[in-house]
């Protein structure tokens, strides 16, 4: 080998760490836009996925249970207590998921994919539900109507009950 080739040669293989660190820095920045991307239903799917029992801090109340559901922007949660809660993800004011079981789980992905979609079944089924708000008591009744600005709920005495959808924190089928 002469003198040049000796050369390219060295070149080559500079080139060739050379690219192998690129790649190292895109394959770092990919993994920090995903970080800084990653929106909370995706945390949840994951730790659903996982069998993690999470605690679900709403503004009036915890919730213990484990991801069964995750729409677009709502997720359900199957309560230990028994029953499930269809979360408004946007509502919550925090998650604590404990340590993995080392036990995967199945999550649904689909309907209801918001909180009005689900509103308006309960709607065409006629069935009871439970809403919890941002503030007051929950609200209990058979909805009657859902619209992108509120949910109408009769009780069973007759009075009717207005409700923001942007104040319904979580729902829960009676």
Known sequence: MD?????????LRRLRQELRHDIEDVEVAAG????ATRRLIDALIDAGMDGRELHVDLPQRQLIGHVVHVGDT???????AGGAFLIEAERVVGVRISPSRGVSARVD????RTMLAALRSHAAEGSNITLERTSGVPVRGA????????????E???AIWLVPTDAIVALSAD
């Open 32 to 35: 920090e836009l995903e970080d």
């Open 143 to 154: 909805v009657d109507a859902a619209s992108i600005t509120h949910a109408q709920l009769s």
């Open 3 to 11: 003198h040049r080739e000796e050369e390219e040669e060295r070149d």
């Open 74 to 80: 709502v997720f359900t949660l199957e309560i230990r």
């Open 109 to 112: 992905r689909g309907h209801p």
């Open 156 to 158: 069973p005495s007759g």
